[in-house]
Each structure stands twice: as structure tokens, then as C-alpha cells.
């Protein structure tokens, strides 16, 4: 496997989109790691980052999800993205989430686009730790837009890393 | 490996007595880290130690982590709080089958940032059975906001079963990591033909290769580890420069100092004397890069005598005190030992001269020079020398030291004698 960063890019006041444009097409997957919180108070529960990317039809997000008492298996309509991965305003301002988005067959304008996802953030007596997926239709994905409940705390960051594939069969 | 991910250390378990790993001194120019462990403890029971991992070897009680627990019969949450580490997973020997061993992955963002530090953690023990297994996901949190210089991992007080390994792997983020980083520049050193040339990786270079080139251009030698030893011209003075090599491109380091290469055992000059009327020779300007000098003789001399003594002096040095010689004189009948006296040169050898028993004879002999550029030693010579005469009365074999009490380098060595007979010959060497 080959895995190249595309670019990495570093909050550093309250936003409210962070966008990737003209990703390559070059290469076959995707993949974002975050580490990230947002600024919208969700009662200490974990707060969901939603991809947008143009000409897509958010379909459903499905998880696996421990919150240090229960586990639960939830799905929710009508986006594109994770489910409580990232703390929200409520949590210590030094805490932040960890999530590993993976963008499979990216390029290929005829499959629909399916997201895997797994990251989770702990803050001293609560915390969530997440397995999940997310569907969307839609063409190539040129651009990514990221976006939380509320805006992206200052100090959060996404790199984007393209991965190819070997040419050789092994057959 | 791709430049995106590059292993920094790796330690690999053997015997059955290691209860912690270490990675020390962990570079922080990297935007994340990776830990794989595959892993298993020497314990007996089940389910009752666990990888624990603890950043900069703490031991504090500031880590907490939100975790799902999976035996693949049932599936819970659970949390722990005011904790000593990151724990991580299950994987005793008294749960996993015999020679399987757990995978986990340790995924350490931002571990240089000025925050609490995070991990997220999957890990997976399988068993030979249907249901005795532990599969486990982490949210990690350390409420520390120090960098992430170490980290220690143990299993419960209890050892690692031998051939556990744990590699510790540095995440970029931008490109320009992706040329490697210019290594330093070491020491050149003459091998008689070829050149060593030490030098010094930039830590996490993403160097593949190391590529050796020389001023003036000669051959291109490639290497991955230090010294790199790569083919030079006698006689020519080159510099180097070593490149940190990939596939994107290279970033070489300063030049080298100059060095020039010198057979190990070399000719420096020779002469022959054309005729009988010459007295004097001087070898000068010798190279200064030898370990040591050797002088090879076959002469004559031409004074009217049986024999006569053959002097030297060092460069032009008049004004220093020489020690004319100390000697083992075999005549082949007799056996002497005795001593010249204070000098102002040293004889280091007797050759036989113009009514020696035979013409056409020359006393032949080698003489050593050690050290010769080395400060702090006075110099002295060692000659090994004889000649035969077709007769019981002439010729000897002699073992003669001389010296001269002056600590310069050997830069000119004369020889005199009344006069050297036609055909004599002396040659100078010089010896790594």
C-alpha cells in the first residue's frame, strides 16, 4: 500500500466548514484522520461530523457504539458521515476526538459511496467509542466538506491521505 | 514503505522474562503515532491482564478510557477512570490458544500538542474455540499536556511471551517530508584507492539510499549504511558529498574535507647514480599522509678503503643533536656491539668501497623511518643491511639504529657518502 498526504489542515479559530477541493483522482481510497471537537453543547453526548461533497444524496449512517455503560447498534437517515466521535463544547478544552474516515473506491463514478469510520474520544467519566458506516450516492468525490454540530473548535485538524493499489495481480 | 507511515523502532520478545517494552526518545517530528503490537503474556488465567500502555512511562492516575468489550457471545461498555495507563486488551496465555498471540493497533494523534493526550485503540484475541476470544475498541484520554517523548507497555506485572513484537510507527501529514532530509558529513578516510566516508543520517530522514559522488566527478557509489567505501584515482585529491536518497529526490550534505588516496605501500621516488663523482642525494618534499617511510639501498661507495660509512641527515637538520648509531656487526667470524657516539648525522649504513675485494659488489639494505610525521616522537631509523665480498676478511651484517633528537616531520632525507659509486641505487617508500 502506498499512502501519500494530499493535505492536512489546521483550525485555528471557530469554523464552520473545513473543505478539501480538487482532491486528486489519482489515487484509489481515501482517507481522513480527524482530531477534532465542536462548539455546540449536546449535553456532554458525542457530536457527529457530517462529509458533504457535490452532487451526493446522503443516504444513512449506521454505528456500533459503546458510551462506557451500554452498547448500542443505532442507524440515522439523511446524512453522510459519523455518529459521536467528537466531544462537544461541554468537554475540557484540551479534549479532543480521534476518527479514521475511509473513503473507499473513491473515483469510481458508478458505485454508490460507502464510509467507514471508527474513532471515539474519552473525557474522565464519559465518552464514546464508535464502529460504523455511512452510505451516500453521488459521483467521483472531487471535494470534501467536513462539518460538526456547531462549528470546529480552534485547534482541530484533518489531514487527507491518499492510498493506490499495486498494479501487480500476484495471479 | 510509503513515506506516509515509517516504522521508527521495533522490539521483538525473547526468552520469558521481559515484563515491559520501552520506546525511548521518540522523535517529534511527526504529526501522529502508530504502535502494532502483536502480543501474548506468559499468564496462566484469563481475562485478568491486560496491555496496558503508558505514556511517558507515568505513573499517575490520570488516564481514563470509554471501551466496548466483545467475547463474541455478549457485548458491553465499560469505563475506567483515575487509571494508571491506556488499557488496551486481554491476551494471556491462559485465554489464547497455544502460539497465538493478540493484534492491536494504538492510533496516538497529536502526541506534540499542547492538549490532553488521546489514543484510540482495536484490538482482536482469537482462540481455537468458539467463544473464548476478546475483541475490544478504546477512546483513550491522558490529562497531560506534555509531548509524548516515551512510551512503556507491560502486561499486567506478568512477561511477554517470547516472540511478541511491538512496532512503533511515525505518521506525516505533508508532503515535504517526502524528500528525504540531508545527512552530515563525516570523516573521509584514505584506503589506498578507495575513500570510506562516514556520515550521519538526519534523524527520520525517509532517506531509501545513500548515494557517494566526488570532487572532481569520479564514480557514484550507493549504500544504505555507514561508512560507504567507494573507488578513487591514486594520487588524486577528492571531496565528498553523501545524498540522502528516495523516490521523490535527494538533499545532499556539505562536501567533504579534502583527501587523497595513496597506495598502501608506494613508490614515492627513486635514483640512480650516473657516475662515480656524486656524494650527495636528497629525497624532498615527502607526502606527509604515510604511516611510515621505508628506504631501500644497494650502493657502493668510492673512497679508497675496504669500506666506508654512508650518512644521512633529516631535513637539512644541523641543528639538533643526532645519536650516530647503536649496532649488531656480524662480520662472519665475529659478532660486535657497540655505539657511535653524538653526531651530527647518523650513518646508517658501511658499504663497501673502491679496494674492497670485488668490484662489482654493493651492500644492499632497508631502512624504516616509523611514525615519521607524528608530533611528540624524536626520529630514529632502523637498517637492516650487508653486503659479501667473496671473502672470510670482508662483508658483514649489520642491524643499526640511529637518532635524531628533533620531533618536525620527516620532510627531506639526505644521504652522503665520499662518493656513491656508479649504479648505486636508493628508493623511497612510503607505507599506510
Redesign the interface.
Known sequence: ?????IA?ITTTTTTSNIVFSSIPQNFTHLQA?I?GRGTFNNGGSGLSIVCSFTGYTPIYRHR????????VAQNYSGSFGSVGTIPDVTA?A???????FDFVNYSVAGQNKTLRY????????????N?GSSLATGPAIATLDFTTDGSWAA?C?I?L?GIGISNATGA | M????QPIYTQTVSGSSTSGILFNNIPQGF??LLVIANDRSNFGGAYTNDLIIYPNTNGDTLS??????SNAST?????L?AFTGWWSQYGDAGLASANTFANTSI?I??YT?A??K???V?SVTEDNSASNVAMT?????W?V?NPITNLYMSHGGQTFAAGSTFTLYG?????DT?IPTAPTIGTVTDQSGFVSVDFTRAANDQAETYKVTSSPAGSTTYGVTNPITTPAVLGTSYTYQVEGVNSFGGSASTASSAVTTFNNYASIASYTFADNATGTFTFGNIPQNYKHLQMRFYLRGTASATFTDCNATLNNDTSNTYWNYHQLFGTGTNIYSNAGGISTQFAFATIPAATSSSALTYASGVVDFLDYTYPGKNRDFRSLHGYNNMSTSQGHTLLRTGLLQSTNPITAITITCSNFAQYSRVALYGIS
Open positions: 500500500m502506498s499512502m501519500f498526504p492536512s484522520r482530531w456500533l457504539a459503546g458510551t462506557g455503560a451500554i452498547v475540557n484540551s479534549i479532543f476526538g480521534s476518527v479514521i471508527f474513532g471515539g474520544f474519552d473525557r474522565n467519566g464519559s465518552g464514546e467509542i464502529f485547534g485538524r489531514d491521505y | 510509503s513515506v506516509f507511515m504529526a501522529d481514563s478510557s470509554t471501551t466496548i468489550f457485548a458491553s461498555s465499560g469505563r477512570t492510533y494523534p497529536n500538542n492538549t490532553f488521546t489514543a484510540i482495536d475498541m478504546n477512546a483513550h484520554l490529562r499536556t505518521i506525516s501529514n505533508t508532503y517526502r
